[in-house]
């Protein structure tokens, strides 16, 4: 088989049909580019996951009086408290915090966002003990032994907070998974559609190879590579949408949120680890989307 002869084939049939190669390629720069966004945010979850995966902790919130009158933890019930919660056998650290430690860590955690912290009192935050347990696990231990005690006034699981943050990010990926879905499907139907078109414009020069003894795969290749490269165009396309919003819109608009920790940083590097995925993902949908529709509705 020629070489020249399938790439000049090939390069015809795009310019050909040339307003149905540029939906193709757009199309599937569009559905890759949400495909590789969902990638992006599980990416970014399992990092934040790993962030926070030896840093959970129980917050054991005390009571008003002690956090404006005992901020050196040296009075009971606060003394006590403290006492019991590093004797426990459950427990491996206790950092007792009190309401102007904990109004600094506020600043800092807020620091990009001057409004709040105008309306921020440190009377407003209690003095509390930071628990971090031997088994993370198993912080019902906690709550079970201390929950009644006296001077406190609340115990704080942050893996249930976290549950329910984690729980925000996997709605937005499954709703971009939707959505990559969808423009998924609109590209199969495009492909399909382009391919049946392109063979019919040129059944009569096909027709005549195979009289002259050309076999069925030389005449369908150039069509199947049509597709192919359409396909790896769209996917580099979408590399690059996904490379913009990751570096200009996702950095910017989750800045305040990475600088302080409390996610995990997405950026161009997410972008290019997507990017062999992506490819391989184009090559694939666009090369089987062609057999099929060749064997299936084309007769050359």
């Known amino acids: 088989m020629r070489a020249s002869f399938v790439v000049s084939e090939v390069l015809n049939g795009l310019r050909r049909n040339l307003t149905m190669t ?16 969902g990638l992006v945010v599980v990416r970014m ?19 008003e009086d002690i956090s404006a009158n005992d901020k050196a933890c040296t009075g009971d019930p606060c003394k006590a408290l403290q006492s019991d919660l590093d004797s426990d056998p459950a427990v491996e650290s206790v950092a007792f915090e009190n309401r102007d430690q ?23 935050l209690p003095a509390s003990f930071h628990v971090k347990l031997k088994d993370p696990d198993r912080t019902e231990v906690i709550t079970q032994a201390y929950n009644n005690r006296p001077g406190i006034d609340s115990i704080v699981d942050q ?24 423009a998924a499907i609109a590209t199969l139907l495009l492909i399909s559609n382009t391919v049946q078109v392109s063979a019919f ?9 195979r ?34 919003v990751n570096t200009y819109f996702l950095a910017n608009a989750l ?15 997410d972008a290019l680890l997507v990017a062999p995925w992506l490819l391989l993902t184009a090559i694939l949908i666009s090369a089987s989307t062609g057999y099929v529709t060749l064997r299936a509705y084309v007769r050359t």
């Open 159 to 182: 893996s249930t907070f976290l549950t329910r943050f984690f729980s925000l990010f996997n709605t937005l990926r499954d709703i971009t998974f939707l959505f990559a879905l969808l």
């Open 255 to 269: 800045s305040g949120l990475t600088s302080t920790g409390i996610i995990a940083a997405v950026g161009l590097l």
């Open 102 to 124: 904990a109004f600094e860590r506020f600043k800092r955690l807020f620091e990009s966002q001057p409004e709040l912290l105008k309306l921020a009192r440190p009377e407003a």
């Open 22 to 37: 540029i939906a193709m390629i757009l199309t599937t720069a569009v559905s890759l580019a949400l495909l590789g966004e």
């Open 211 to 244: 009289l002259v003894g050309a076999t069925r795969w030389y005449t369908q290749l150039p069509f199947l590579l049509e597709a192919v490269v359409a396909g790896v165009i769209g996917a580099i396309l979408g590399i690059v949408i996904i490379a913009f």
């Open 201 to 209: 414009t040129r059944r009569t020069e096909v027709g005549i190879m």
């Open 45 to 63: 979850i399992d990092n934040t996951q790993e962030l926070y995966q030896d840093k959970l902790e129980v917050s054991v919130y005390l009571v």
